[in-house]
T-cell receptor
Framework: GESVGLHLPTLSVQEGDNSIINCAYS??????FIWYKQESGKGPQFIID?????DKRQGQRVTVLLNKTVKHLSLQIAATQPGDSAVYFC???????????FGQGTRLTINP | EADIYQTPRYLVIGTGKKITLECSQT?????MYWYQQDPGMELHLIHY???????EKGDLSSESTVSRIRTEHFPLTLESARPSHTSQYLC?????????????FGPGTRLTVL
C-alpha cells in the first residue's frame, strides 16, 4: 500500500545553517504533497505544499523539492533559527484519495 | 491561521468515564478528521467525515465514535475511557479545491486516563 516515510528521525543543525529534511514516498499516484511543522504541545501547522507538476516551490525561507523519478521530497530551511525547532512531517495524497498519508516525522533541533 | 478549535486542551480522567472531545471549525469546510498521536510520533487517522451525516473509520482502529450533525462541529466520544486511550487527539478540516486538499489542524486535546 501507499506509505510516506522520512529518512531520519532527528536532525541537529547550528543556528544560521541551512537544514534539509527528507521524505520518501511509495505511491506513484500521489500528486499533492504538504510539509507540516509541529511545535511541542501544538497541532501541525501548514508550511508549504507542492503539486506533482512542479519540481520546486519556494516560500519564505523554505523551499520544497520534488523528485518524482525517485519518489523523493525534501524541505529546505534557510538560515535556521531557534523558532524552527519542531517535528516536521511530510504528507501525500492524490485526487480521490479523500485523506492524507503522513510520514513518521523528523525532529529538528537547533544548536546555538 | 486556521479557525479550528478543540476543547478541552487538557483532560485527566478516571477509567470508565465517558468523555467527549469537541472540535469546531468556522471555515465551512466539508471534510473533517480526527487523528491520534503519541508525543513526537506519527499521526494516525481514526475517523473522518465528508460532510453532514457522513462518518468513516480511519486507518487505526479506535474504540471512539464520532458524529457530524452540523458542518462546523465534529465531536469525538469515548464511552468508557481506559488508560490505553491516553494520547493526544488532533482534529483537522479541509476542503478539496483546485487539486489541493490541505488539512488545517486544531491545537489538540491531550487526554490522560488514570
Amino acid at each position: 500500500g501507499e506509505s510516506v516515510g522520512l529518512h531520519l528521525p532527528t536532525l541537529s543543525v547550528q543556528e544560521g545553517d541551512n537544514s534539509i529534511i527528507n521524505c520518501a514516498y511509495s505511491n506513484s499516484a500521489s500528486d499533492y504533497f504538504i510539509w507540516y511543522k509541529q511545535e511541542s504541545g501544538k497541532g501541525p501547522q501548514f508550511i508549504i505544499d507542492i503539486r506533482s507538476n512542479m519540481d520546486k516551490r519556494q516560500g519564505q525561507r523554505v523551499t520544497v523539492l520534488l523528485n518524482k523519478t525517485v519518489k523523493h521530497l525534501s524541505l529546505q530551511i534557510a538560515a535556521t533559527q531557534p523558532g524552527d525547532s519542531a517535528v516536521y512531517f511530510c504528507a501525500e495524497t492524490f485526487q480521490g484519495a479523500q485523506k492524507l498519508v503522513f510520514g513518521q516525522g523528523t525532529r529538528l533541533t537547533i544548536n546555538p | 491561521e486556521a479557525d479550528i478549535y478543540q476543547t478541552p486542551r487538557y483532560l485527566v480522567i478516571g477509567t470508565g468515564k465517558k468523555i467527549t472531545l469537541e472540535c469546531s471549525q468556522t471555515m465551512g469546510h466539508d471534510k473533517m478528521y480526527w487523528y491520534q498521536q503519541d508525543p513526537g510520533m506519527e499521526l494516525h487517522l481514526i475517523h473522518y467525515s465528508y460532510g453532514v451525516n457522513s462518518t468513516e473509520k480511519g486507518d487505526l482502529s479506535s474504540e471512539s465514535t464520532v458524529s457530524r450533525i452540523r458542518t462546523e462541529h465534529f465531536p469525538l466520544t469515548l464511552e468508557s475511557a481506559r488508560p490505553s486511550h491516553t494520547s493526544q487527539y488532533l482534529c483537522a478540516s479541509s476542503e478539496w479545491s483546485g487539486g489541493t486538499d490541505t488539512q488545517y489542524f486544531g491545537p489538540g486535546t491531550r487526554l490522560t486516563v488514570l
